[in-house]
């Protein structure tokens, strides 16, 4: 193997990618430990090397004696290529060791784009894609991670799902894979026993059966399985493991820095976002804690660089005293500090100074909608006097450039609220041109729209998606509406977000056509040089499926929901609730304001949201 990875790694772009060796790898003597673990993320080294929910996983599982956790990344196709060509299956960097060596076969799930870097990754590694072609226990494959939410669509693919926040759940998993080895059991043997820990869902022990109109009519748990699979989440979060020793990458990535959660959930409540609602309820770090983590992994790592990460870094309520105690550090040393996922209800010009005086950056913002009344409907709580102020301050404190990020084909939408977009541009732009204190290199304001997709577990995993020649029309009449050099208009790509739409309300007939794509060549689809509308679209010709079917139809109340065996805590009947709020254009506060009874802080044994 070695031999033919130093003719391959000259040959292929990047090759640092595939070597390992990096500081702060952890290595093991695989003869003294019980479980094997491939982690696999389904894209490459640069994007899963700035995933902090790998670098977690990865250290509590080597902090277990008798598990050895190894990473694995999709290879750019260049490298795809010439082992293929070679013979060299997909390899674990840390022992270089083939993946089909290895006890389990973990996949991170964070796009529905990689479910077919899932495939492919097993495909390469000489493994058979489908369950039922995996009889014994070793290559047990299993993924989680926000995708899990609705995994219907790998259910013929992937052994069992890990639903909500794995800390404990895998450590939990890898024990009782341990016990299975030891006793030899069986495969059957060994998914039972794993179903009845907290938060594992197993796709085989659910029979879904279908209605004449190719709607759900029924899922039959089997075995004595519970019928709804719960989420687990982190009890204590606060003395939860952080990565202050990570690996070290030996060649640039996105994120390149020490990344550092503040806290997990969100108090907002956008109908929108998946993400809001299946990572309640929230929970946080206490300032000390989080000013003990980022100096530890700052000294160890050598970063010059620290970004606060969480849904809404804005929202944490000890905020400015934890940049304060960050600074005392990190500004001697000339250690930046990046604050994403800013609101512009709370924003603090007096906070962004004092966090940039080692590096300035540009300020992002997200409305998500043009006018008031479509942000009230998708919930957003954020009103235009709000922004609008903000970028005053921000002008008049030498800022010059703002990004500003919408959707377009969010539910109750009409052409008014498109160029609503539009005119808050220009709002924008007049405001600088009133307030700004540094005129001389003009002002860049950037407005960027993505096409809506509806979610599951979200309001609007009822709603419809718009054909995408109506996202194109909706694109058109706004770029006719900016009438100012001084706003650049970015938009995304329709067929993309078509084809993640059908992936996230999939159902298990879906599945045929991720195995098509996957013979028909297709790989790394959630890039642009990669990805391919008609074969996805062949793909669901050959299968017989129609993709309009899953993004493009509004559901009933009462359908049953291909996902409908798994629940982040969050009540159905909330959801519907909050979606015909939506439609009625009526507030919901936010969960520090007023708890609205959701049903998420059932499954946190302290009672209560720790907001």
Same mark, same amino acid.
């Given at each position: 193997?070695?031999?033919?990875?130093?003719?391959?790694?000259?040959?292929?772009?990047?090759?640092?990618?595939?070597?390992?060796?990096?500081?702060?790898?952890?290595?093991?003597?695989?003869?003294?430990?019980?479980?094997?673990?491939?982690?696999?993320?389904?894209?490459?080294?640069?994007?899963?090397?700035?995933?902090?929910?790998?670098?977690?996983?990865?250290?509590?599982?080597?902090?277990?004696?008798?598990?050895?956790?190894?990473?694995?990344?999709?290879?750019?196709?260049?490298?795809?290529?010439?082992?293929?060509?070679?013979?060299?299956?997909?390899?674990?960097?840390?022992?270089?060791?083939?993946?089909?060596?290895?006890?389990?076969?973990?996949?991170?799930?964070?796009?529905?784009?990689?479910?077919?870097?899932?495939?492919?990754?097993?495909?390469?590694?000489?493994?058979?894609?489908?369950?039922?072609?995996?009889?014994?226990?070793?290559?047990?494959?299993?993924?989680?991670?926000?995708?899990?939410?609705?995994?219907?669509?790998?259910?013929?693919?992937?052994?069992?799902?890990?639903?909500?926040?794995?800390?404990?759940?895998?450590?939990?998993?890898?024990?009782?894979?341990?016990?299975?080895?030891?006793?030899?059991?069986?495969?059957?043997?060994?998914?039972?026993?794993?179903?009845?820990?907290?938060?594992?869902?197993?796709?085989?022990?659910?029979?879904?059966?279908?209605?004449?109109?190719?709607?759900?009519?029924?899922?039959?748990?089997?075995?004595?399985?519970?019928?709804?699979?719960?989420?687990?989440?982190?009890?204590?979060?606060?003395?939860?493991?952080?990565?202050?020793?990570?690996?070290?990458?030996?060649?640039?990535?996105?994120?390149?820095?020490?990344?550092?959660?503040?806290?997990?959930?969100?108090?907002?409540?956008?109908?929108?976002?998946?993400?809001?609602?299946?990572?309640?309820?929230?929970?946080?770090?206490?300032?000390?804690?989080?000013?003990?983590?980022?100096?530890?992994?700052?000294?160890?790592?050598?970063?010059?660089?620290?970004?606060?990460?969480?849904?809404?870094?804005?929202?944490?309520?000890?905020?400015?005293?934890?940049?304060?105690?960050? @600074?005392?550090?990190?500004?001697? /040393? !000339? +250690?930046? %500090?990046?604050?994403? #996922?800013? $609101?512009?209800?709370?924003?603090?010009?007096?906070?962004?100074?004092?966090?940039?005086?080692?590096?300035?950056?540009?300020?992002?913002?997200?409305?998500?909608?043009?006018?008031?009344?479509?942000?009230?409907?998708?919930?957003?709580?954020?009103?235009?006097?709000?922004?609008?102020?903000?970028?005053?301050?921000?002008?008049?404190?030498?800022?010059?450039?703002?990004?500003?990020?919408?959707?377009?084909?969010?539910?109750?939408?009409?052409?008014?609220?498109?160029?609503?977009?539009?005119?808050?541009?220009?709002?924008?732009?007049?405001?600088?041109?009133?307030?700004?204190?540094?005129?001389?290199?003009?002002?860049?304001?950037?407005?960027?729209?993505?096409?809506?997709?509806?979610?599951?577990?979200?309001?609007?995993?009822?709603?419809?998606?718009? @054909?995408?020649?109506?996202?194109? /029309? !909706? +694109?058109? %009449?706004?770029?006719? #509406?900016? $009438?100012?050099?001084?706003?650049?208009?970015?938009?995304?790509?329709?067929?993309?977000?078509?084809?993640?739409?059908?992936?996230?309300?999939?159902?298990?007939?879906?599945?045929?056509?991720?195995?098509?794509?996957?013979?028909?060549?297709?790989?790394?689809?959630?890039?642009?040089?990669?990805?391919?509308?008609?074969?996805?679209?062949?793909?669901?010709?050959?299968?017989?499926?129609?993709?309009?079917?899953?993004?493009?139809?509004?559901?009933?109340?009462?359908?049953?929901?291909?996902?409908?065996?798994?629940?982040?805590?969050?009540?159905?009947?909330?959801?519907?609730?909050?979606?015909?709020?939506?439609?009625?254009?009526?507030?919901?506060?936010?969960?520090?304001?007023?708890?609205?009874?959701?049903?998420?802080?059932?499954?946190?044994?302290?009672?209560?949201?720790?907001?």
């Amino acid at each position: 193997m070695i031999n033919k990875l130093d003719r391959i790694l000259p040959k292929v772009q990047k090759p640092a990618r595939y070597t390992g060796g990096e500081y702060n790898q952890i290595v093991k003597d695989k003869s003294k430990v019980d479980v094997r673990v491939a982690f696999c993320f389904p894209d490459t080294y640069e994007i899963g090397m700035s995933n902090l929910g790998m670098r977690i996983l990865y250290g509590v599982l080597n902090n277990k004696e008798n598990v050895w956790c190894e990473r694995v990344f999709a290879p750019w196709g260049d490298m795809e290529d010439e082992m293929r060509k070679a013979g060299v299956p997909l390899y674990a960097l840390e022992s270089k060791d083939p993946i089909k060596e290895h006890d389990i076969i973990a996949f991170s799930l964070g796009y529905e784009m990689a479910f077919i870097g899932l495939l492919n990754m097993l495909d390469l590694a000489g493994i058979p894609l489908r369950c039922e072609d995996r009889p014994d226990l070793k290559n047990l494959v299993i993924a989680g991670g926000s995708c899990a939410y609705n995994s219907e669509p790998l259910a013929d693919f992937v052994d069992l799902f890990s639903i909500g926040e794995g800390e404990d759940m895998l450590c939990e998993l890898t024990d009782l894979y341990a016990k299975a080895k030891k006793e030899s059991w069986t495969k059957k043997q060994f998914l039972r026993s794993a179903a009845d820990i907290e938060g594992i869902y197993v796709p085989s022990l659910y029979d879904i059966s279908y209605n004449e109109d190719g709607t759900v009519s029924a899922i039959t748990p089997l075995d004595g399985v519970r019928p709804v699979v719960t989420k687990r989440i982190v009890q204590d979060f606060e003395n939860s493991y952080f990565p202050e020793k990570t690996i070290i990458p030996s060649t640039e990535i996105v994120h390149d820095r020490v990344v550092l959660e503040l806290f997990r959930g969100c108090i907002r409540g956008c109908r929108f976002c998946q993400a809001g609602y299946v990572y309640r309820p929230v929970r946080r770090r206490s300032k000390e804690t989080l000013v003990n983590h980022a100096i530890n992994a700052l000294k160890d790592s050598g970063y010059e660089e620290m970004t606060l990460s969480s849904l809404s870094t804005s929202d944490y309520r000890d905020l400015n005293e934890l940049c304060d105690g960050l @600074l005392d550090w990190c500004e001697p /040393r !000339k +250690v930046s %500090l990046s604050l994403p #996922s800013l $609101r512009a209800d709370n924003f603090s010009i007096d906070l962004m100074h004092r966090v940039q005086r080692v590096r300035k950056s540009g300020l992002t913002f997200a409305p998500e909608a043009g006018s008031q009344r479509l942000r009230d409907a998708i919930n957003k709580n954020v009103k235009e006097e709000d922004l609008i102020n903000t970028c005053r301050i921000a002008f008049e404190g030498g800022w010059n450039s703002v990004k500003l990020y919408f959707m377009l084909g969010l539910p109750t939408e009409t052409d008014e609220d498109v160029k609503a977009i539009a005119a808050l541009a220009d709002q924008v732009v007049y405001t600088w041109k009133r307030h700004a204190s540094n005129k001389n290199r003009g002002v860049k304001i950037t407005v960027s729209t993505s096409f809506f997709i509806p979610k599951p577990l979200t309001p609007f995993q009822w709603e419809a998606q718009d @054909l995408m020649s109506e996202y194109r /029309r !909706k +694109v058109e %009449l706004l770029a006719s #509406s900016m $009438r100012t050099r001084a706003i650049n208009y970015n938009w995304h790509d329709p067929e993309t977000s078509y084809i993640e739409a059908v992936l996230a309300r999939g159902d298990r007939r879906v599945g045929k056509v991720l195995e098509e794509v996957v013979r028909q060549g297709g790989r790394l689809q959630a890039w642009s040089e990669y990805f391919s509308y008609d074969l996805w679209m062949k793909a669901f010709e050959t299968c017989g499926v129609d993709p309009d079917f899953y993004a493009a139809r509004e559901r009933s109340k009462d359908e049953i929901l291909p996902w409908d065996m798994i629940t982040a805590g969050v009540r159905k009947d909330f959801l519907w609730k909050e979606r015909e709020a939506a439609y009625e254009g009526v507030i919901t506060p936010d969960c520090r304001k007023q708890c609205t009874g959701c049903g998420a802080n059932l499954i946190y044994k302290g009672g209560r949201c720790d907001e």
